[in-house]
């Protein structure tokens, strides 16, 4: 049993550094162009320097909503991975991890409105270039997609021993 406490908690903070890594980094949209190669994020779009990401006026909504989705994951992958060492110290034996299961798949669901959008519309939409594919970003978010909805159902259903 604790081996299993442990590695749900190994990929928590693995879930946890990837959701940072995926929301700061600007590699979500790889591209060429004339000018080499081309990568936008969530923030900015990068050439050879970084300027700010410039999108139609319809899909600003859009990529405002992307971005608080993300940042909200990773407040509350946060906030459940300190609601799990709270519980692991607080909680009687027998007793289940609810709340942290609940805040984990709370995070989850923002993860799956803020890919599903960003997939929605922003996915090969950039102009002026040729052969646009995802960068690792976008599958890092879908990855901790996945992580945040196994260990959201573990500890639902994980008793402390």
Known sequence: MLVLLAGIFV?????????????IANVWMVSS????????????LCNNTCNQLSVKSGDETSLKVVQAFMI??????????ILFVIQLFTLEKGKRFYVTGAVML?????????VSIYTARFTGKTQYVTNPHHGYCFILAWICFCFSFIIGILYLVLRKK
């Open 11 to 23: 990929v928590h903070i693995a879930t946890v550094i990837m959701l940072f890594v995926s929301t």
């Open 72 to 81: 909200l994951s990773i407040i509350f992958s946060v906030v459940a991975l």
């Open 33 to 44: 162009s004339s000018f080499g190669t081309v990568s936008t994020g969530l923030w900015l």
């Open 106 to 114: 709370v995070c989850w669901m923002c993860i799956l409105i803020a």
